[in-house]
């Protein structure tokens, strides 16, 4: 088959991105971070949207710059379709239609958890990264998301758990919001959690049946009890910033490894990917090499510019879906969850 050349637009939430592969290489990843929204503990819907409308043009112009490709030269464009904020989304797929019609090349709706999870597959010019054999399980942890699936081959995915109330990643966030740390709370505790003592303080854990998770308990437990202690102490916080992040880095980990861990015995899958945001996260790198060298299990992670949102793992799903002549109409809607 002859290469392909794809420009993927990611626009789900609050980075503007774009990237051109050739086939599984990704040849620029531009991403455009939004700071707008670091003092507000999340992300502002209309403040991301107005953002992404400044940024694509720079960003797409650059994207391909950078990858040395005339944009007479692409085959298809991908873009995010959802899941994400519905005005956000608008920007990257009105952008993505408009350039293709332009081009007359075909356009490609990309799933974004699912991008999350070919992730794994992607390539650079002087780096091929190993992969996992299907079948693999994956534990996607995002911002909006937790879920375990597996994936039984290339877009062959089954989703077998969830989380029944906050993700992995606004525990994070919403965690960082309560110690007074700025938005996106995850990086800002995975660095202060390093010169902490990770047993320090103990949160509760939920019981939650099947391989679903549940993180509202334990956030309840932490603004409790950071509330109670600085009715004592109002330096508490300050006096004791890393043990608490390591500590609250310590019990998300633990969690998240306890259901896959028996989402393993069960299927006896041994090839596990770990995907999305918060498998940026260190502690959790670390406790999942442990893991896979106790329990006799291969763990992949995506290179590490590839595990927050970006467009190459859009690009990738768009590949494999170009392969599969798998293109979109230009009257489709995004769709926000
Ligand atoms: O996948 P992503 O970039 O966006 C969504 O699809 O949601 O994930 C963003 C999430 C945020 O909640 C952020 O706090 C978290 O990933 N995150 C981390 C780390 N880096 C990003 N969580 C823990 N440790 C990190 N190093
Ligand atoms: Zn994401």
Known sequence: ???????????????????????????????????VHRDYGGVVPELA???????????????????????????????TRGPGLLGSLL??????????????????????????IFALFLDEPNKINVK????????????????????????DIEYIGDTIDDAAGETFDKAAKILGLHYPGGPVIDKYAKPGN????????????????????????ILYFVRDQL???????????????????????????HKLDKVVKDTKINQIGIVGGVSANSFLRKEMQKYSSENN?????PDMKFTTDNAAMIGMVGYLKYQKKMFSDYDIAPYST
Do not use: W
């Not at 797929?93 to 293709?100: D, P």
């Open 49 to 79: 949207s107005r953002a992404h409308q400044q940024h694509i043009i720079p960003v797409v112009k650059k994207a391909l710059d950078i990858a040395k490709i005339n944009k007479k030269q692409l085959d298809a464009i991908a873009f």
């Open 198 to 221: 990770k047993t320090q303080f103990s949160f509760s854990k939920p019981n939650v049946p099947n391989y679903d998770y549940s993180f509202s308990g334990l956030k309840t437990s």
């Open 231 to 257: 009715k004592l102490n109002p330096g508490f916080v300050k006096e004791n910033l890393n043990d608490l992040c390591a500590s609250i880095q310590k019990t998300i980990t633990d969690i998240l490894i």
């Open 297 to 301: 299990v291969d763990v992949y992670f």
């Open 132 to 155: 996992p054999k299907f079948p693999f399980l994956v534990l996607i942890i995002s911002g909006g998301h937790t879920k375990i699936a597996i994936i039984k081959d290339y877009l």
């Open 91 to 116: 920007v990257g797929m009105s952008f993505a239609k408009s350039m293709a019609m332009s081009l007359k090349i075909p356009i490609i709706e990309v799933d974004h958890l699912i991008a999350h």
């Open 1 to 35: 088959m002859k290469d392909i050349n794809i420009l993927a637009i990611e626009t789900s939430c609050d980075d503007t991105s774009a990237s051109v592969l050739r086939n599984n290489i990704v040849y620029s990843n531009i991403i455009a971070n939004q700071d």
